[in-house]
């Protein structure tokens, strides 16, 4: 599975508002509710939220990957989030989270959210590939950039 088969123009937010780590969640799982694919945004919040206190999702290089398995989706689903100013998530670096890949998946569906979560730490390891994301400022250039990056692979 690509990335760009879970991400379009309408899950991608190019300058979030959010300024903590609960608002970035909601505000992303909001843009997942506009998508008109989840059953229950309160389920969603919360599916993610118990997943956070288990350990911060905020892996460290300025990057967050909240995400959580829930029946108020019937898929696998995706959005992109990205803050020029920085979000203190509670990274493992103890630094600022710029760059956030939220997921959220049926419950019986663990299989397909390991891989997807496997494939987005792959194409962020890459630090060219996470600064051509800081930069970018629309979500057009963004799908443009996860696009030639997966090419690779």
Do not use: C, W
């Not at 945004?41 to 350990?55: D, F, G, P, S």
């Not at 990274?91 to 939220?102: C, E, M, R, W």
């Amino acid at each position: 599975m690509k990335l760009l088969d879970l991400l379009s123009k309408e899950t991608i937010i190019p300058n979030l508002k959010a300024t903590t780590k609960n608002e970035v969640i909601e505000e992303l799982v909001d843009k997942l509710m506009k998508s008109g694919k989840i059953k229950n945004k309160q389920e969603v919040l919360e599916a993610i939220l118990e997943r956070e206190k288990i350990m911060s999702t905020g892996i460290g290089n300025g990057i967050a990957i909240p995400h959580g398995m829930t029946d108020a989706v019937d898929e696998i689903l995706a959005v992109f989030g990205r803050s020029a100013k920085g979000i203190d998530f509670e990274a493992l670096d103890d630094k600022p989270a710029y760059l956030f890949f939220l997921l959220v998946n049926p419950k019986d569906m663990s299989g397909p959210h390991v891989k997807v979560l496997a494939k987005i730490s792959r194409l962020l390891k890459h630090d060219y590939f996470r600064e051509a994301l800081l930069r970018a400022d629309t979500a057009e250039k963004i799908l443009e950039i996860i696009e030639e990056e997966e090419r690779k692979y």
